[in-house]
């Protein structure tokens, strides 16, 4: 028997599956709203909530880092529980977890990486970015890669905000590392760096580049690295100039960038070097498997039918002496088993944050999504807000037709109960906070915001110790 959702007596029960920014606005929309009663399960692989907020956002970008106070009021909420250490996919299957929920909002962002599609890609040192951020960032399914840094020249492929972050991390001092959150395994690593010159590639010219105005600026704060820019790349050809005359944006970075090109080398230890309108068309090997440079092809713009400005080569060919890799070109969602995707668009496939059979399109009901996995990962944390709350506008519209799961099922415990019987050790919020008490206090000792606890058998156990200091001694 089931009761109608979303009455006192029968709240609506939703699921979230991903705790990272998209995940919490989803949380917040739902329980903000007055129209339902609603009992929310937050389920997260990892045993820490936030997602990229942890794992993604830079190390040494602690302000932004504080959007995670708001998810903590979110999760305070006595309607919320939260179980970290928990996957679906091998913990829980789409099956089982439908059994549970009348609603089920996919918050799984996007896990792996772009490819280039180019000889040598898979060569020892070619790396996606995406590994190397997980990994500085201390992501315990990273934690154990390891990155060479005796080579002093590396390639940093695409000009997104997240190949500035990578270029940064590699070009700032131990010192300024220290000051950061960064992974100590990192930070260990990183301090015997003997990279020296970092060179982000572009495939389009200056003003196509994506990353944003602050996140240019802030090279200039470097402590130990020059930007360099060659004033002739800055040089725009016709199509650009019209492009950005209305983009306030594109030409601050265009400013910015005429201010490092005029300052030049001021012969600091290490350089930031911009290369525009350059396409890899080859990473090249040493004959055992080690990157030792790349091919770049030059590359010119030409407008498409939809005015866009997509670049393609000339036939001019130069090879760049680096012994790493790491390809910025974005991210890509990863399918979960039972859930339709969108093979090219690499998202959960979907009508407005309904999830829809990929080509027919037909809704599949009870079941949405939000963030990176809904529309592609792009877009800062806040963007994720609106685009979280328009989904959880179709979710209560659909909630007068929705299949309810029987009321037995739908009883909180009834998903605890699973959990225990299939001997899952999940975290709850309370022991989270404990572990991030113990990472902050780590840090306070070493004058650092907090020291990241890496691996998830680390995580659990700091969170037993936390748990038995806590337990009154007889
Ligand atoms: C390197 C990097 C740096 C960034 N820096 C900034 C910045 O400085 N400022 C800014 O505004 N934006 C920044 N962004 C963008 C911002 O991080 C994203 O907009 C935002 O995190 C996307 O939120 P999301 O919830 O969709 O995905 P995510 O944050 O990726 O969260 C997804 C969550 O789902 C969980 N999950 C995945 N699969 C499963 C599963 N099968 N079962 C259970 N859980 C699962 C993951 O563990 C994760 O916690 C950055 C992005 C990157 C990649
Ligand atoms: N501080 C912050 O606010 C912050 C920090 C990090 C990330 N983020 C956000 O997170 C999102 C993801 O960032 P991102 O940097 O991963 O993605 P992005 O902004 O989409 O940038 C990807 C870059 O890769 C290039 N590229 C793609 N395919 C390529 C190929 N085959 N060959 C060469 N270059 C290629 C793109 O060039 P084209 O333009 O030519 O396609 C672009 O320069 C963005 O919205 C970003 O703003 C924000």
Known sequence: MSAQPGTPARPLRVAIIGAGPSGFYAAQALLKQKEYQVSVDMIDHLPTPYGLVRYGVAPDH???????????????????RFFGHVTM???ISHEELKTYYDQIVYAVGAQTDKRLGIPGEDLRG???????????????????????????????IGVGNVAMDVA????????????????DHALLALRSSRVKDIYVIARRGPAQV???NSELRELAEMEVTDVIIDPADLELDAHSQAAIAANRGVQTNLEIMRHYAAIGDTHRPKNIHFLFLRSPVEIIGDGQGQVVRVKLERNELYPTES???????IGDYETLEVGMIMRSIGYRGQPIPGVPFHERWGIISNTEGR???YKSGEIVPGEYVVGWAKRGPTGIIGTNKPDSVATVRHMLADVPTLQPVPDSQADPLAFTSFLHDRQLRYVTWEEWKLLDAAEVAAGERRGRPRVKFVTVPDMLAAIDAAKAAQTPHR
């Open 307 to 313: 005015g866009y400005l997509a670049s393609r080569g």
């Open 62 to 80: 602690q302000k932004i880092k504080a959007v995670t106070r708001l998810y903590d009021r979110v999760a305070g909420d006595p309607r919320l």
């Open 168 to 183: 940064r991390i590699l070009a700032l001092s131990p010192e300024e590392l220290e000051r950061s959150d960064i992974a």
């Open 89 to 91: 996919g091998p913990d």
């Open 126 to 156: 070619s790396h996606p970015a995406t590994e190397f951020v997980a990994w500085y960032n201390g992501h315990p399914d990273f934690s154990d890669r390891t990155f060479d840094l005796s080579t002093e020249a590396v390639a940093v």
């Open 210 to 212: 994506k990353f944003t």
């Open 355 to 357: 999830v829809s059979q």
